[in-house]
């Protein structure tokens, strides 16, 4: 959602670039940069009034004077501010000392409340918690039944004995439930509340009452992070009706400028504490104002990225396959599947690729980037024997035209997946001498990234490197590409050198993000293995 500014704010950036000194005439330009993209983002008038203040002053203070690079120093001071404005730091939720924890929904009616409801239980079951629903919306049509049904998905019990539509006192309702949850054991209750599409008193003296009845531990405001500017005056009215402690912000996979985000946190003073992503249970995550601070900027999320690797991908089979690898033997098909199960369960590959550091010049290669290529290439691996899959030499071409069949595909596809293969093998060979899995960046981390044909020889580049030595092994002059396209790039890049016109790497506009030390990072040059999922990419 943050797409513009963060072009924005990384056009503004490459102009500070290579600036040995900073006038006051540079830094007020870019302040008035960052200005517009950020009104242009709906954020809050008073909001960018005194977040542009506080960087003038410290951009002209010697902070930045002083430094080295002063337009790699103004960058990190936008970072800092950019935390700041969104909470500065991760506010985790405050458990009660005796179960059950209660946490309170409010909001407005279409903020996405009921979802929300249902994934805040499911991420709760993910960290160990037992939680319970109640269906405290009893105005809203058919809300009691949308709850269940959410309930029904994350997995959790719902607590709704009455039918809503207009019947039932919702206050009693939040108040029975406290007890029902002792006694089936439900560590955490999620009151879900109704809404109105406007404030009323009505609304916020039902939602008082709520609150007064159950005295609960977390008071969550859901706000839906399209609404731009609105977003202010909605979470001042409740603050002062129902008094939250913390944010939650519904539809941020949407298209809108992200003024909600930047805005409330710092109007508010409250902390926001969750995000919700996307469609699926899953996607829903705990905010955390420097990884989001760093996403607006470019910079990437691989702190997510690595934590959503962990939490999918079988710790037992991970360190299997890195023994295997150790000893010198080849990773194979059943290997290969492996880690492909696990990407799959971390969700949108979209979502994944655009976590990496320099990606929003890629955006719309991302766009055009078609989800269902990791299906059909598992599709063709499960159409393989056992023996095939431990040891591929033995695909011969009656075998592929047999797979291709089963797979539902044609045999040059089989080839293509083949060929990604034998890459993925090569990096794994690589991985005694480099001392780590492909991706990993050496020594660990981020298990199964590796795994993916490609996956390698994104921002870590060990597939790159491994490419350039293999090059040079057969005799290529210069390490010089067999593709002609390649070539000529190479050509001109030496001679943009020698005339001094060298060419921002990727992901420096900030001045401090290198993708990879030894080649620029170019989707054209991916490793066979993203080749047919991305235009332009070698297949």
Do not use: C
């Given at each position: 959602m943050f797409n513009s500014l963060s072009d924005r704010l990384t056009a503004t950036f490459k102009n500070l670039r290579g600036k040995g000194r900073l006038s006051e005439a540079d830094v007020d330009g870019t302040i008035r940069e960052i200005r517009r993209a950020l009104l242009d983002a709906d954020v809050a008038l008073p909001v960018v009034r005194a977040f542009t203040g506080r960087i003038r002053e410290r951009a002209l203070s010697e902070e930045v004077s002083g430094a080295l690079n002063p337009g790699q120093q103004v960058v990190k001071v936008v970072n800092d501010e950019l935390v700041g404005i969104l909470g500065g730091e991760t506010r985790r939720l405050n458990y009660a000392k005796r179960p059950p924890t209660v946490i309170m929904l409010a909001g407005l009616q279409g903020a996405g409340k009921t979802t929300l409801a249902g994934k805040l239980a499911y991420w709760l079951k993910s960290?160990?918690?037992?939680?319970?629903?109640?269906?405290?919306?009893?105005?809203?049509?058919?809300?009691?039944?949308?709850?269940?049904?959410?309930?029904?998905?994350?997995?959790?019990?719902?607590?709704?004995?009455?039918?809503?539509?207009?019947?039932?006192?919702?206050?009693?309702?939040?108040?029975?439930?406290?007890?029902?949850?002792?006694s089936k054991l439900h560590d955490v209750v999620i009151v879900?509340?109704?809404?109105?599409?406007?404030?009323?008193?009505?609304?916020?003296?039902?939602?008082?009452?709520?609150?007064?009845?159950?005295?609960?531990?977390?008071?969550?405001?859901?706000?839906?992070?399209?609404?731009?500017?609105?977003?202010?005056?909605?979470?001042?009215?409740?603050?002062?009706?129902?008094?939250?402690?913390?944010?939650?912000?519904?539809?941020?996979?949407?298209?809108?400028?992200?003024?909600?985000?930047?805005?409330?946190?710092?109007?508010?003073?409250?902390?926001?504490?969750?995000?919700?992503?996307?469609?699926?249970?899953?996607?829903?995550?705990?905010?955390?104002?420097?990884?989001?601070?760093?996403?607006?900027?470019?910079?990437?999320?691989?702190?997510?990225?690595?934590?959503?690797?962990?939490?999918?991908?079988?710790?037992?089979?991970?360190?299997?396959?890195?023994?295997?690898?150790?000893?010198?033997?080849?990773?194979?098909?059943?290997?290969?599947?492996?880690?492909?199960?696990?990407l799959k369960k971390m969700g949108s590959m979209k979502k994944m690729l655009g976590m990496m550091p320099g990606m929003s010049q890629y955006k719309d290669q991302l766009e055009n980037f078609d989800e269902r290529e990791v299906d059909r290439v598992e599709a063709i691996v499960r159409s393989m024997t056992p023996a095939e899959r431990t040891n591929p030499k033995i695909l011969n071409g009656s075998?592929?035209?047999?797979?291709?069949?089963?797979?539902?595909?044609?045999?040059?596809?089989?080839?293509?997946?083949?060929?990604?293969?034998?890459?993925?093998?090569?990096?794994?060979?690589?991985?005694?001498?480099?001392?780590?899995?492909?991706?990993?960046?050496?020594?660990?981390?981020?298990?199964?990234?590796?795994?993916?044909?490609g996956m390698g020889g994104m921002p870590a580049g060990g597939a790159n490197r491994k490419k350039k030595a293999v090059g040079k092994k057969k005799g290529r002059k210069g390490g010089q590409s067999g593709n002609p396209?390649?070539?000529?790039?190479?050509?001109?890049?030496?001679?943009?050198?020698?005339?001094?016109?060298?060419?921002?790497?990727?992901?420096?506009?900030?001045?401090?993000?290198?993708?990879?030390?030894?080649?620029?990072?170019?989707?054209?040059?991916?490793?066979?293995?993203?080749?047919?999922?991305?235009?332009?990419?070698?297949?």
């Amino acid at each position: 959602m943050f797409n513009s500014l963060s072009d924005r704010l990384t056009a503004t950036f490459k102009n500070l670039r290579g600036k040995g000194r900073l006038s006051e005439a540079d830094v007020d330009g870019t302040i008035r940069e960052i200005r517009r993209a950020l009104l242009d983002a709906d954020v809050a008038l008073p909001v960018v009034r005194a977040f542009t203040g506080r960087i003038r002053e410290r951009a002209l203070s010697e902070e930045v004077s002083g430094a080295l690079n002063p337009g790699q120093q103004v960058v990190k001071v936008v970072n800092d501010e950019l935390v700041g404005i969104l909470g500065g730091e991760t506010r985790r939720l405050n458990y009660a000392k005796r179960p059950p924890t209660v946490i309170m929904l409010a909001g407005l009616q279409g903020a996405g409340k009921t979802t929300l409801a249902g994934k805040l239980a499911y991420w709760l079951k993910s960290e160990g918690h037992r939680p319970m629903l109640v269906a405290a919306d009893l105005q809203r049509p058919n809300a009691v039944n949308q709850l269940e049904i959410v309930g029904e998905r994350a997995g959790a019990f719902v607590y709704a004995p009455e039918p809503g539509n207009g019947t039932g006192d919702p206050v009693q309702v939040a108040t029975d439930s406290i007890e029902v949850a002792k006694s089936k054991l439900h560590d955490v209750v999620i009151v879900d509340t109704a809404g109105r599409l406007g404030i009323d008193e009505e609304l916020m003296q039902q939602a008082a009452d709520i609150r007064s009845a159950v005295n609960p531990d977390e008071v969550l405001f859901v706000i839906d992070a399209m609404i731009g500017q609105d977003a202010v005056k909605t979470a001042e009215a409740f603050l002062e009706g129902v008094d939250f402690t913390g944010v939650v912000l519904s539809k941020l996979d949407g298209d809108s400028r992200g003024g909600a985000a930047l805005s409330v946190a710092e109007v508010t003073g409250k902390p926001i504490m969750f995000a919700s992503t996307g469609e699926s249970m899953k996607e829903f995550e705990q905010f955390h104002p420097d990884r989001m601070a760093d996403r607006i900027l470019d910079m990437g999320d691989i702190m997510t990225l690595i934590e959503q690797a962990e939490k999918n991908f079988d710790e037992k089979e991970t360190a299997k396959l890195q023994k295997k690898v150790e000893a010198g033997e080849d990773f194979d098909l059943n290997d290969f599947l492996t880690q492909m199960s696990g990407l799959k369960k971390m969700g949108s590959m979209k979502k994944m690729l655009g976590m990496m550091p320099g990606m929003s010049q890629y955006k719309d290669q991302l766009e055009n980037f078609d989800e269902r290529e990791v299906d059909r290439v598992e599709a063709i691996v499960r159409s393989m024997t056992p023996a095939e899959r431990t040891n591929p030499k033995i695909l011969n071409g009656s075998r592929r035209s047999r797979i291709a069949k089963g797979a539902g595909t044609t045999v040059n596809a089989v080839n293509q997946l083949m060929e990604r293969f034998t890459q993925a093998q090569k990096m794994m060979r690589g991985m005694t001498r480099g001392g780590g899995m492909p991706g990993m960046g050496g020594g660990g981390g981020m298990p199964g990234m590796g795994g993916m044909p490609g996956m390698g020889g994104m921002p870590a580049g060990g597939a790159n490197r491994k490419k350039k030595a293999v090059g040079k092994k057969k005799g290529r002059k210069g390490g010089q590409s067999g593709n002609p396209a390649k070539r000529a790039q190479q050509a001109q890049a030496l001679e943009d050198k020698k005339s001094g016109k060298t060419k921002d790497p990727v992901g420096s506009a900030f001045g401090g993000v290198d993708l990879d030390g030894d080649e620029e990072f170019d989707m054209k040059n991916l490793p066979k293995g993203f080749g047919g999922m991305f235009p332009g990419g070698k297949s």
